[in-house]
Structures are given as C-alpha cells and as structure tokens.
C-alpha cells in the first residue's frame, strides 16, 4: 500500500495547472481531494509521475445561482453541496445525494469534479448530475468547451475529458413550476458505494400530469446512464402508481447490467426497477 515515487506541484491557478499539464503530458494526474487517486496509486493502479494539486486554487470551489442556471465549480466538495442552504432550496437533488458519499472525512476532501473525472461506475454523483442534464465546462490549452453530462461519461472510469483538460465547472438549468427530485440508493454494506442509485427530477403540468421527467442510474452499468426509457414511458403520464411502476420496469433498458460477487445482473437488473418505483414516487409526491 506504498505508492510509487512521484514528483508533487501544487498549481497556484488555472493557467498554471494547464500549463504544467501540457508540460507533463501522460505522466502527470491532476490531484483534487485525492479520494480516489491515492487509493489507487497506493493500490499501483496508476503511477503517475507527476501529481498537479488544484486544492490550493480557491476560486475553483463555488456554488452560485446566476440567471436561472446553477453553476458549482469542479473543486467544491461534497460537504460544500451537503450544507448548501442554495442548493437546498433551488436543487435538493444535490444536497439529498452528497450525504450518501463515503463518510464525513471522504465528504470533507472528496470533489464534485473529481467524483465525476473518475467516473468510477458506482459513484453517487453521475446519477444526480445525468438526470439535470448539467453541462460539464472544461479548460484545455485551446481554451473552454462544454460537454452534456450525457457524453461525459464515455465507459467504466472514462470520460469526454481530452489529455491536457480540467474539468472547472459544472451547470445546470433550475428547475421550474412543479418540480420534484429525489436520490436513492442501495448501498454496497462494505464499501458504501452505490449498487444502484436511482436520480429523478420531474415536473407536473397543471392537471398534475408528467410534463417531463430526467432519470439518471449510476451502478448498474459499466457507466451511468439515462434511462431514457423510463422518461419515455412517463411523457404526459398519470403519476399514479400504475404508470410509476410500468415505468420503473424500463430502468436497465439498453444497458448490459454488470454482474459480481455481490449482486448478479438479475438481482441488480430487479433493484434498479425497484430504486427506480421508489425514487419515481418520492420525486413525484414532491412536486
Ligand atoms: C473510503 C471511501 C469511501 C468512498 N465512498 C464513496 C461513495 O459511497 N460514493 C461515491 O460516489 N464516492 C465514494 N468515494 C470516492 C470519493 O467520492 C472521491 O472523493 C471521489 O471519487 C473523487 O474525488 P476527489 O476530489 O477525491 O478526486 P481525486 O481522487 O483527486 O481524483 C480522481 C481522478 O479524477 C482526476 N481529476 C480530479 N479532479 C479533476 C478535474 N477537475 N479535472 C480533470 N480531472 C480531475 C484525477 O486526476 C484522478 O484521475 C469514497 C472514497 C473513499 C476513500
């Protein structure tokens, strides 16, 4: 559990950290909260050369409301999301799935863009952040590009990010009229993370049915994905419990359900249903 030696550069701004990136290439890995690198290079599973710190640049850690959309830099950390009273009020999916992360120290270090970069397939956060169709900003030497949350995640800890790029930001719309979200998950009982996890933000129109409805699920497949066939089955819908459940049987549609020692793809394929009912009803009687 000794990691390979490795150079450390604590990057006092953006430019900086780019920079140093571009020099380094392939040897070098950004360092954000560290939660997930230093167990995997402790673990030898990366051995980067040179770790580029990004903690020390404060003005990467922020959660802000500016004209209708929300925007949390990639440095904030899951606790900064967990004790937001903004994203409470405007975005409660956030602050009801920060608290399903690790523990309060993995909470206290741990980063929104980190979790995301990692694109571990049973972090917490991709589900939430697939089911706002949040936009990923992110810097390179060319300058900024801004990828959907949809493309973002390419395959088991993959992502749209290029060589050379910092996630820096990530945007949302605020969701309006009747608008109802809601997190849940089936936790792995040793390591905490998600076996399945369930995000949903939906909105009623006037005679309370589906208007639209977002459904992000993290755990079940190599990546986190939308279910898309959920939403579908849910356009205009009753939000009753026959429409919730005959929805919810759509949650694994398309995807090729990973299977382990823990759960089968049966047993996860039958949890992601259920997680799904569950999140549909809780999201729906909010709104
Ligand atoms: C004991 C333990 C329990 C945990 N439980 C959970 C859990 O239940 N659910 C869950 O979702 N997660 C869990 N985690 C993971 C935790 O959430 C990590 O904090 C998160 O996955 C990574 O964020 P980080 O800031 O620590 O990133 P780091 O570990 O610093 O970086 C992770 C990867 O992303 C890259 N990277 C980081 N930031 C950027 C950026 N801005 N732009 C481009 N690349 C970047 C790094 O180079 C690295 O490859 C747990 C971790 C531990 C140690």
Redesign the pocket.
């Known amino acids: 559990m000794i990691p390979a030696q490795f150079d450390y550069i604590a990057a006092k701004n953006l430019d900086e950290a780019l920079q140093l990136l571009a020099q380094h290439k392939d040897n070098a890995?950004?360092?954000?909260?560290?939660?997930?690198?230093?167990?995997a290079m402790k673990l030898r599973l990366m051995q980067p050369g040179v770790l580029i710190d990004?903690s020390k640049i404060k003005d990467l850690a922020y959660i802000r409301e500016e004209g209708g959309q929300v925007r949390i830099g990639?440095?904030t950390t899951?606790y900064q999301i967990e004790s937001s009273d903004l994203l409470r009020r405007v975005c409660p999916l956030l602050t009801d799935a920060a608290p399903?992360?690790?523990?309060v120290q993995?909470r206290n270090?741990?980063?929104l863009?980190?979790?995301l970069?990692?694109a571990?397939p049973a972090?917490?956060?991709p589900a939430p952040i697939l089911a706002l169709g949040a936009e990923m900003v992110v810097s390179g030497a060319k300058g900024e590009r801004v990828i959907k949350a949809e493309e973002f995640f390419v395959d088991l800890l993959t992502t749209a990010?290029q060589p050379g790029?910092?996630?820096r930001e990530i945007r949302f719309a605020v969701s309006k009229g009747k608008a109802g979200q809601s997190y849940v998950k089936f936790r792995h009982p040793a390591?905490?993370?998600?076996v399945v996890g369930v995000a949903v933000s939906l909105t009623k129109d006037a005679a309370d049915k589906c208007q639209s409805a977002s459904v992000g699920i993290t755990g079940v497949a190599a990546k986190a994905y939308k279910a898309t066939g959920v939403e579908n089955a849910l356009k205009g819908a009753a939000l009753d419990d026959k429409s919730l459940r005959a929805a919810a049987a759509h949650a694994a549609d398309g995807v090729t359900v990973n299977s382990d020692l823990f759960a089968s793809a049966e047993y996860r394929k039958h949890l992601a249903e259920i997680y799904t009912r569950r999140a549909l009803e809780q999201a729906a009687s909010r709104a």
């Open positions: 890995k950004i360092l954000a909260g560290g939660h997930s690198l230093i167990p990004i990639a440095m899951h399903h992360l690790g523990d993995v270090k741990g980063t863009g980190g979790s970069a990692h571990d972090a917490d956060w990010l790029e910092i996630l390591s905490g993370f998600a």
